[in-house]
Nanobody
């Protein structure tokens, strides 16, 4: 059974940092492109960063230069280092596994989701 479990969310002041983790199981983690999405109430879930099976990364303009995605294939775990956080970064953050051979930048590209971890950034 495929599982993606996020952790590391919380409350932080603007300018602060958080590190999210996504522990996975039930599939060959190293073979899949992984991603982080985020969603705020009333808005569509948006993809913010991806990391391929060969470590190529992409970032949305809104997080480029502040967020860093990484993965540890030995631990089947995905990470998101978030620095210089802004109030606009407050959202529920979701770990996502792409469909095989696809790096998910939109919802339709996602094969499986985690349940999310909340991030609140106060000004």
């Amino acid at each position: 059974q495929i599982a993606l479990v996020e952790s590391g969310g919380g409350s932080v002041q603007a300018g602060g940092s958080l590190r999210l983790s996504c522990a996975t199981s039930g599939f060959p983690f190293a073979s899949y492109c992984m991603a982080w999405f985020r969603q705020t109430p009333g808005k569509e879930r948006e993809g913010i960063t991806t990391i391929s099976d060969f470590m190529h990364t992409t970032y949305a303009d809104s997080v480029k230069g502040r967020f860093t995605i990484s993965r540890d294939n030995a631990k089947n775990t995905l990470y998101l280092q978030m620095d210089s956080l802004r109030p606009g970064d407050g959202a529920m953050y979701y770990c996502a596994r792409g469909r095989y051979g696809v790096c998910p930048t939109k919802i339709a590209d996602v094969g499986d989701w985690g349940r999310g971890t909340p991030v609140t950034v106060s000004s």
